[in-house]
Every structure is written in structure tokens, then in C-alpha cells.
């Protein structure tokens, strides 16, 4: 069987690694808008519960999955799981920890190279003099390709194809070109993370306006860090903290598991997924919600917070109210807000290119250089969509089934393999090899029976997600035999297009009709492109164990 003597060159860039594949965007855009859409300090409480139910239980299962794959050389799913389970059907169950890695790559390096321009935009002072509303209008324009007026033709296209080569050219310098990434960019966002974090606290009543003259930086953490237990007995708010940590942790998309098949046999693997969660959890709950949330409170008020929060105002606000700290130390602080957002990103979206160029070094003989290039043109390939169709649905669709759906269904699957047909007896001892702390005997019995409880209900709560989100009015409903109403967002009514469908039949004026119509063809485009790519990847897998066979790697069953 095909072995590598690539490894890790030292424990702390491993665990910098793996914490910079957890460390992304959504530490600092989706949790910050994830606790004020669902009752602030209320939010934290679930989110806590599910990380220490959810989220450390996945780190140990990918964890020990991945060193006990990589002992036998696979360093990609479909083999680590065919190594644990010998089933020829199983390792096609490993598709998705390659599939969603670059599903979520062609549209995570778009949001990574906007971050790119906008460290160029913060050093030029494009934003100085502009109000919020033409800064806002600015990302418009940025992300509307054709009819751009940023100043750069094309300006998106051409910061995307340089995101995804520099991307492409870490890769091919195998693992040490990762570790030396995340050991500088690791750094150097926590540096940055901690700079803006100290002014969002420090900000007060300061940033008050005769328009905003309530604002003041202390009501945003306040809402943050305020227990609202009225809400936390809202499956909503449960639900929503559940998804936040497959967000947060990058489980469930095959990283972990390839970053863990380059640890030796019998090196720790408990104390550095302990770390490297601890570490995410950090730098989002402490540094995250101390930054974007707390600045905008300062200078607009938390009412304007809680009606305009979203992912859009790291790049349609922030640019805005940097302008009020002076000339000099706004572009500083753009610099280091986008910065930041840029370091995050990278060191997520080269562990999205570690287990596809794996895939192909471990199957067919690809070398580091080869693999990488074919990772970025696959990726290019999947993402210009996201780009030249921004405004037609087309990122939002791969976002849904790549960065949602598939990330909950890999992970019960996988959560129920490991537990269940590899067998805890052997996980747990897997997990324990070598550890360097003692891991408490409760999590054993979490990781058989809680955790998979725990993501069964989350996937079948995509599946059926209630009208508005409001679970408690929706199992009220079904008891007292009124029935249960789908969210368009569900699984099921997103199948058939209910939302966009609904809209076109209630749009009067023509424009807007073949907008929506437009919007409708490209998202199934969306969808019949991810489709193209799961078969292609699982035709990828078919060939590879065809060619095991040949060469008496495996046996035909």
C-alpha cells in the first residue's frame, strides 16, 4: 500500500494548522450575527453546551480516524473509512470529505479575495469621504462583475484567479507550506484580532452622533454577554447553535481528518484537538464578538444593529466607521480587519486543498505540484460561477448544499461509523494512544449515544425546518393536530425552488419577474454543477479501487 513520509515538522504547527482550518470567516462575520439574531448572551449557553456535546466529540472521532487511516497510508475518506470498516460500499460515504472541500473552496476563496482587494481599497483611502450608503454601494458594484465601477476592470475575477493560485502555490509545497502559513498568518490574525477587539471595548459613548446619539459600544457586549433565558428554551436558538459549530470547527468536511493522518502512530492527538478547539473557541467568542458587533454599537446604535446585522457588514459597514478614527488610523485598521479576515480564510481553504491533492498523491501517483494545480483548476472551474453570478443565487446555492447540508450529513454518518460499526471499544483506545491528558471516561458514553442523537435531530431539522424557524410553535402545532408547516429554507422545500417560485408568482412588474426567472435557471445550473462534481469525484473513487485491485492492493468483493 502506497505510504508517504511527508509529517508534520513540529506539534505547535500542526495544532496552529489545525486551529487556522477551524479559524475562519465565520469566527468573526457568521457568530457575531448568528448571537444577535438568536437572543445574544442566550446564544452563548446552547453554543457552549453543543461544543462540548457536539463539537469536541466530532474532534476526537476525526481526530483518531485520521492517524488511524494514515498508519495504513490513506490521508483522504474514502479510504480512511474504508480502512476502519472494510466495507466496499462505505468508502463512498468518504466522497463527501472531498466533494465538500472544493464545493466550499470555489466560493470561500471569492469571499477570501474580497478581502484581498479591500486591504488594497483600506491602503489606497478609496473609502475616505464616503458615506455609508456608497460604501455599501461599493460592494454592490464590486460584486456586480459585468457592470463593475470599482476602478480595476474585472476587479473581482482578477483578485479571485490570484487568491485561489496563491492558494494553489502553498499547496504545492506540501505540508510545510501550510504549517509556515498558519505559523505567520495564525499570529499575526490573533495580533490583529486583539488591536481591533481592544478598541471595540474601549470605544464607548465616543463613536454618539446627533443621528446615533444613543450609541455607545458597551450595549453591544452587554446583548452579547447577557443571559436572555427566556430564549434559551427556544429549540431555534438550539438549533442555530448546533449548525454555528460545524461552522466554527471545519468537522465534518474530511480537513481534519487528513490533517490527523500526518501525525505519527503514537503522537497525542486528545490534547491537540482539545487545543486547537479551545483555540477557535477563543479567538470567536472572545476576539469575534468583541470586534465587528461592539464598533458598530459605538457608532450606530445597538437598535440598528439588531434590524441591519449581517454578513454583508464586514464589507458594507466596517469600511464606513473606520473612517471616523482619522485618515492614518483607518487604514490601519483596514489593514487589519481585512487582514485578519484574509489570514482566517487562507488557513482554511488550504486544509479544503489538503485532502483533494492527498486523494490524488495516495491513488494515482500525483506528486504534491501536480495535485495542488489540479485542485485550483477543478476549483476555478466550480467557482467563476460564484463570481460572474454572485447576484443570481449561484454562491448562496453552493453555500446551502456544500457548506450546510453536506457538513451535517458527513458528520452524523461518520459519527455513526466510528461509534457504531468500527466500534467505540476500539475509538475510544484509538483516541487514547499516545494522548497526553486523560480524557474523561463521560465522553465515552457522549460519543456513542449523545452526539449522534445530537446530529440526527440537527439533519432532520434541515430537512424539516418549521415556518420562520419557530420550532416551538411548529411542535405546538403538530401536537395540537394542526399540522407542520415547511420553512422554505428546508431541505425538502428547497428541492422544489418553493421560495423563489412564490416570489415569481407574486412580482407584478415584469423586470423583477425575469430577474427571479433568471435567478431560478442559474441556481439549478448550481445545482446540476455540484452534481456533476459529487459523480465525477465519486467516479474518481470507482477507478481508484479498481486500480487498487489490480495491483493486489485490496481484494474484489
Known sequence: MTKTKESWGSRIGLILAMAGNAVGLGNFLRFPVQAVENGGGAFIIPYLVCFLLMGIPLLFIEWSSGRYGGRFGNHSTPYILDTMTK??????IGVFGIFTNIAVAAYYAYIESWTMSYVLHSLRGTFNGMDQTEVANFFVSYTDVLHSTTGIPFEAVVFYILCLSINVYVLSKGLQGVEKVAKIGMPLLILFG?????????????GASEIFPDANAWDGLNFLWTPQY?????????MAAAGQIFFTLSVGMGTVHCYAAYVKSKDDIALNAVSAGFMNEFIEVVIGSSIVIPIAAGYLGMDWVRENAGFGMAFQTMPYL???WGTVFAAVAGVMWFGLLFFSGITSSLAMGTPCVSFMQDEFNWNRKKGAIGFGLVTLIMGLP?????????????DYWAGTVSLVLFAMMETILFSWVFGLKKGWKEINMGSDIKIPEVYKYIIKFVTPVILIVVFLGTVFA???NDWSGNIKSLFSGNGWT????????TISNAGLKEQIAAATDPAVVQQLQDTLFWVSMARGLLLVLLVFILGLIYLSYKKRVREGRVTSI
Request: charged share 20%.
Open 87 to 92: 466495507g466496499r460500499i462505505l468508502k463512498y
Open 486 to 493: 415547511l420553512d422554505n429554507s428546508s431541505i425538502i422545500k
Open 322 to 324: 473606520f473612517q471616523q
Open 386 to 398: 460564484t463570481v460572474f453570478l454572485f447576484n443570481y443565487g449561484v454562491f448562496n446555492e453552493y
Open 230 to 238: 427566556e430564549s434559551i428554551l427556544d429549540l431555534k436558538v438550539w
Open 194 to 206: 486583539i488591536v481591533l477587539a481592544i478598541r471595540g471595548i474601549t470605544l464607548g459613548t465616543s
Open 466 to 468: 418549521p415556518k420562520d
